[in-house]
Nanobody, 125 residues
Framework: HVQLVESGGGSVQTGGSLRLSCVGS????????MGWFRQAPGKERELVAT????????YYADSVKGRFTYSQDDSENTLYLQMDTIEPEDTAVYYC???????????????????WGQGTQVTVS
């Protein structure tokens, strides 16, 4: 079985920074496609960042490009999202997700990812 646990969320001032973490168990990140998504109240869940292929070059949503940085530590089975120059529009619940079927080309839709963490709240003031 696969388990994903996010942490690092909280309240942050506009222009500030946070670093989110996602620790996985039950399946190696190195053999899956991983991604960060977020969902604000009343909004659909949307992609924040993933990779073009498993463990490959990051792909970012236009809304966070240049401000957020995706990274993946396969030895620790941990995913990170470094959030800089945070804006009020970044307020959302942030989720990490895993697609165990992905390898050469990673999907970018929520439905492409079969496993999800519980989410961590980011509130920007």
């Amino acid at each position: 079985h696969v388990q994903l646990v996010e942490s690092g969320g909280g309240s942050v001032q506009t222009g500030g920074s946070l670093r989110l973490s996602c620790v996985g168990s039950g399946y190696p990140f190195a053999r899956a496609c991983m991604g960060w998504f977020r969902q604000a109240p009343g909004k659909e869940r949307e992609l924040v960042a993933t990779t073009f292929s498993s463990g490959g070059i990051p792909y970012y949503a236009d809304s966070v490009k240049g401000r957020f940085t995706y990274s993946q530590d396969d030895s620790e089975n941990t995913l990170y999202l470094q959030m800089d120059t945070i804006e009020p529009e970044d307020t959302a619940v942030y989720y990490c997700a895993a697609d165990l079927t992905g390898w050469y080309e990673c999907g970018r839709r929520p439905d492409d990812f079969g496993y999800w963490g519980q989410g961590t709240q980011v509130t920007v003031s």
